[in-house]
């Protein structure tokens, strides 16, 4: 199992181009979680999914748009990049809800310049 | 609000036992929760607490008072590679909250 994986590892953008960060995992897993973390932060909640084809806003939601048309995979977009989203992105899933073990992904660093 | 409250840095030797502290202002919640994290790295999860009282998994303890609106996570045998930042988190409903991270320093 290769458990969370995400694509890109690193990326950086100019102001107001867009991009799309994708979060896979093969666990089999209902609930998936976009967070952001900026240096000496914990991570804030973005958006988050409770099973295939729902999503839900959480803490920072704004700027960002996501997706989750299959169970296994869950996409951030950015429409039009700030340097204010500057940081590095953690895809997470679990089993049942947010108390059960969240398993993340190797992150992505994204710069916006 | 609602806001969790850790120490920024603790410092411990190598052998000994430590104990990082977790304070918040969330009412409602369903648990409590911990993270370690190391440098570049993802975090990965610890434990949980449901309930009041004390979670032990292997070196790692956590305990949960509601009543006192504290938690903490308890770390023996302390080995170089504990070295890390620790988060705790709370969630409720559709709200989970992290903690900004306690940095463990550990001295040989």
């Known amino acids: 199992n290769a458990g969370v994986t995400q694509t890109p590892k690193f990326r950086v953008l100019k102001t107001g181009q867009s991009m799309t960060l994708l979060c896979a995992q093969d666990?089999?897993?209902?609930?998936m979680y976009w967070y952001r973390q900026d240096p000496g932060m914990g991570l804030r909640l973005i958006h988050y999914?409770?099973?295939?084809?729902?999503?839900a806003k959480g803490e920072v939601p704004d700027g960002y748009n996501v997706s989750r048309l299959k169970k296994q995979n869950f996409l951030l977009g950015l429409e039009s990049a700030a340097p204010s989203q500057t940081s590095v992105y953690f895809c997470?899933?679990?089993?049942?809800?947010?108390?059960?073990?969240?398993?993340f992904g190797p992150g992505t660093r994204l710069t916006v310049l | 609000g609602q806001s969790l409250e850790q120490p920024s840095e603790v410092t411990a030797v190598e052998g000994a036992i430590v104990q990082i502290n977790c304070t918040y202002q969330t009412s409602g919640f369903y648990g409590l929760s911990w993270y370690q994290q190391h440098d570049g790295g993802a975090p990965t999860f610890l434990s949980y607490?449901?309930?009041?009282g004390l979670e032990e998994t292997g070196r790692f303890s956590s305990f949960l008072s509601r009543s006192d609106s504290y938690g903490y996570l308890l770390l023996q045998e302390l080995q170089m590679k504990d070295s890390a930042s620790y988060f705790c988190a709370v969630w409720r409903d559709d709200k989970i909250i992290f903690g900004k991270g306690t940095r463990l320093h550990i001295l040989p």
């Open positions: 607490n449901a309930l009041d």
């Open positions: 999914s409770v099973g295939e084809g729902t999503t």
């Open positions: 666990m089999n897993h209902e609930y």
């Open positions: 997470a899933s679990s089993r049942r809800g947010p108390g059960d073990t969240q398993y």
